[in-house]
Structures are given as structure tokens and as C-alpha cells.
């Protein structure tokens, strides 16, 4: 049983379309970070959220954190080709050391 | 440059034949990790490191072992390899876990066992 579900797991837009990739769970996390994978490589850290109803912004892409601290979004504006990719969110509990990954959003952007 | 370097980046091996994936990081990281990212699974959790002689299991460890002899190295050892054991493995480490540190990744080491 996953712990964190993704949706969409597949995602393929045009260039310059909006999209939201969501991160769900019903447990509660002390923080929730966000990757983003590319072929033949590991994650990359986009994001780290940590306060219920928290909002970060990276240029075109919006993080939010629920209010419960068991739900995550991403939204990007304006997809490019360039955001093609896998995106992970990843739950901590604590300072503990176990992470729990959600199965991943696979975004194509074509241009 | 500040990087997690694994080795070999790709293995293919025979069932019961023990194999060592190494890992190191350059960064003086207290804390390091292993995963295994399989299709539809994502990344799962195998085994961590909090500190130099401090490993605790993850979701997934049966099969697996690891050491922490130094702060730099955290190799990952197959005893006796099985085909379900066939996957994307990926180190990574941080300066600590805390909730907002960033964990830096290996670039992988796919291992098939036949």
C-alpha cells in the first residue's frame, strides 16, 4: 500500500498549458518536499513545504501544503518543454529518518 | 564539486552471487540513504544512516545489508542476489535529516540479476 498517491501518474500537455500534479495521503507529515527526475538521473530537490496551508513559489511552479499537513500540490504555469519529467513528493515524519516517496507524476511537455 | 558518486552505474549479476554497490559522498553529510525505484513503486526506502555507526532499516530491507564504517562511504551489499532484486538503486545523502534539508542523489546503479 503506497502511503503517498500521485496524481496524475501520466500527464501530456502542450507548451504553455497550466497543469496540477497532487500528492495525497492519510497520514500526517512534518514536512513534504518535491522532486523532480530526469532520465538516467536522481532527484533533484525542488521544494521542501513544512507549515499546514504553506505556499512556495519557484518562478512558474506553485507549492502548496494543506492545512492538515496530509496533502500537496503543484501547479505550473505556462509549462515548458523544459519542465518534461518525473515528479516526486516525499513525506518525513519528524527528524526521523525514514522518507516515504509517492509513485511519481510522468509530465511530457510538447512543444 | 559537492556530489554522491555510485559505483558501478550499471551491474548485471547471476542469482546467489554477493555484490557491493559503494556510495560516497564528498560533502561531510551525516546522513546518508538507500532506495530502490521500481516502475509503478516509485522510491522505496531500504536502509539509513543517521551518523557514522548508525544504520536503521527502511520499508524495504529484507535482502539487503549495509555498513557505516566512515562518514563518507555507505556501501550497499547483496549477499545473495535474487531476481526480485532486479531495479534502479539510488544513494543519497544530507547534512543532516531534518525536515528542511535537502538530500542529494547518486545518479543510480541499475542492477539486474538473472
Known amino acids: 500500500t503506497q502511503l503517498l498517491e500521485q496524481s496524475p501518474q501520466f500527464l501530456s500537455i502542450q507548451e504553455g498549458e497550466n497543469l496540477t500534479v497532487y500528492c495525497n495521503s492519510s497520514?500526517?507529515?512534518?514536512?513534504l518536499q518535491w522532486y523532480r527526475q530526469e532520465p538516467g538521473e536522481g532527484p533533484v530537490l525542488l521544494v521542501t513545504?513544512?507549515?499546514?496551508?504553506e505556499v512556495k513559489k519557484l518562478k512558474r511552479l506553485t507549492f502548496q501544503f494543506g492545512d492538515a499537513r496530509k496533502d500537496s500540490s503543484l501547479h505550473i504555469t505556462a509549462a515548458q518543454p523544459g519542465d518534461t519529467g518525473l515528479y516526486l513528493c516525499?513525506?518525513?515524519?519528524?527528524?526521523?529518518?525514514?522518507?516515504?516517496f509517492g509513485d511519481g507524476t510522468t509530465l511530457t511537455v510538447k512543444p | 564539486e559537492a556530489q554522491v558518486t555510485q559505483n558501478p552505474r550499471y551491474l548485471i549479476t547471476v542469482t546467489g552471487k554477493k555484490l557491493t554497490v559503494t556510495c560516497s559522498q564528498n560533502?561531510?553529510?551525516?546522513?546518508m540513504s538507500w532506495y530502490r525505484q521500481d516502475p509503478g513503486l516509485g522510491l522505496r526506502q531500504i536502509y539509513y544512516?543517521?551518523?557514522?555507526?548508525?544504520?536503521d532499516k527502511g520499508d524495504v530491507p529484507e535482502g539487503y545489508k549495509v555498513s557505516r564504517k566512515e562518514k563518507r562511504n555507505f556501501p550497499l551489499i547483496l549477499e545473495s542476489p535474487s531476481p526480485n532484486q532486479t531495479s534502479l538503486y539510488f544513494c543519497?545523502?544530507?547534512?543532516?535529516?531534518?525536515?528542511?534539508?535537502?538530500?542529494?542523489f547518486g545518479q543510480g546503479t541499475r542492477l539486474t540479476v538473472v
Open positions: 543519497a545523502s544530507s547534512v543532516r535529516q531534518g525536515m528542511n534539508t535537502e538530500a542529494f
Open positions: 544512516s543517521m551518523n557514522v555507526e548508525v544504520t
Open positions: 513545504v513544512v507549515t499546514g496551508g
Open positions: 560533502m561531510n553529510h551525516e546522513y
Open positions: 497520514s500526517v507529515f512534518s514536512s
Open positions: 516525499a513525506g518525513r515524519k519528524g527528524n526521523a529518518g525514514k522518507s516515504t
